[in-house]
């Protein structure tokens, strides 16, 4: 099993710019998560989702959309890219929220 | 709302016990997560309290008391590796998603 994959590791964009940071999972997990991570600050959740078609915003959504057409996968867009998005943004996934999370390795953004 | 407090930063030396504080206010309690973080990297599940008490594992235990909010993460016989960020978290009140405090990082010196 490879866990949860995250692409790209690293991305340089400028401000107005759109991407997409691709997640995917292969344990079958219903639910799926995109966190963001300040220097020195926790996790901040900026969507998540309880399973294939449903999404919810999180503590920090503007700025970002997400999709979950299958349980694989779990795309994070941002639209028109800001500095204040420049970040380490994870992905995650677990069976409920009462179970661990597994964590992708991380893509680091940053906005200039 | 929810809130979870934790100290920023600890310092400790090479085979010492250190204990890792963190409170939380929460409207519905779901169980407590700790995670560990290194530099650099994802974080990574270490402990999941739902019931008052200490659970041990190996060389880590963490305690809770749901009573008085409370939690802590206890590390013995520490090493040069648990230099790293530990992240105190508890479930949203629609038990959907977690929240995590900010994390304490802590040093580890020879």
């Known amino acids: 099993n490879a866990g949860v994959t995250q692409t790209p590791k690293f991305r340089i964009l400028k401000i107005g710019q759109s991407m997409t940071l691709q997640c995917a999972q292969d344990?079958?997990?219903?639910?799926m998560y995109w966190y963001r991570q300040d220097p020195g600050m926790g996790l901040k959740l900026i969507y998540y989702?309880?399973?294939?078609?449903?999404?919810d915003k999180g503590e920090v959504p503007n700025g970002y959309n997400v999709s979950r057409s299958t349980t694989e996968d779990f795309p994070l867009r941002l639209e028109l890219a800001a500095p204040s998005q420049t970040s380490v943004y994870f992905c995650?996934?677990?069976?409920?929220?009462?179970?661990?999370?597994?964590f992708g390795p991380g893509t680091r953004l940053t906005v200039l | 709302g929810q809130n979870i407090d934790q100290p920023t930063e600890m310092t400790a030396t090479e085979g010492a016990i250190v204990q890792i504080n963190c409170t939380y206010q929460?409207?519905?309690?779901?169980?407590l997560f700790w995670y560990q973080q290194h530099a650099g990297e994802a974080p990574t599940f270490l402990s999941y309290?739902?019931?008052?008490g200490l659970e041990e594992k190996g060389r880590f235990s963490s305690f809770l008391s749901r009573s008085k909010g409370y939690s802590y993460l206890l590390l013995k016989e520490l090493q040069m590796k648990d230099s790293a960020s530990y992240l105190c978290?508890?479930?949203?009140?629609?038990?959907?998603?977690?929240?995590f405090g900010k994390g304490t990082t802590l040093s580890v010196s020879s």
């Open positions: 995650a996934s677990s069976y409920t929220a009462q179970n661990e999370q597994f």
């Open positions: 344990m079958n997990h219903n639910y």
């Open positions: 989702s309880v399973g294939a078609g449903i999404t």
């Open positions: 929460t409207s519905g309690f779901n169980g």
């Open positions: 309290n739902v019931l008052d």
């Open positions: 978290a508890t479930p949203n009140q629609a038990g959907t998603a977690l929240i």
